[in-house]
Nanobody
């Protein structure tokens, strides 16, 4: 089992920044690819960003590319999402997720992730 706890959500004006963090416990963190997903009201949960187990490779949804940055610290068992130039359409509950994976793999599909956090609300006002 892997336990994931997100933090850092909140209310921010359009153009502002937030940094989300996800703390992991339970298994060897460096054996897992990590992802951030989000779900807005009435919409399906969608991929935002992913990072491979070593942290050397990243992937982003087109809607956030150039504005968001995913990173991880395997010594501290944390993964972060730095969100800049936020837009009202970024408003959603953000979830981190973990998938057992070999070193080079990044998953964009929800179905590949075995463990999920409880989510943190991000609201961007216009």
């Amino acid at each position: 089992q892997v336990q994931l706890v997100e933090s850092g959500g909140g209310l921010v004006q359009a153009g502002g920044s937030l940094r989300l963090s996800c703390a992991a416990s339970g298994r060897t963190f460096s054996n897992y690819a990590m992802g951030w997903f989000r779900q807005a009201p009435g919409k399906e949960r969608e991929f935002v960003a992913g990072i491979n187990s070593s942290g050397g490779r990243t992937s982003y949804a087109d809607s956030v590319k150039g504005r968001f940055t995913i990173s991880r610290d395997n010594a501290k068992n944390t993964v972060s999402l730095q969100m800049n130039s936020l837009k009202p359409e970024d408003t959603a509950v953000y979830y981190c997720a973990a998938a057992p994976a070999s070193s080079l793999v990044i998953f964009r599909s929800l179905s590949m992730y075995d463990y999920w956090g409880q989510g943190t609300q991000v609201t961007v006002s216009s």
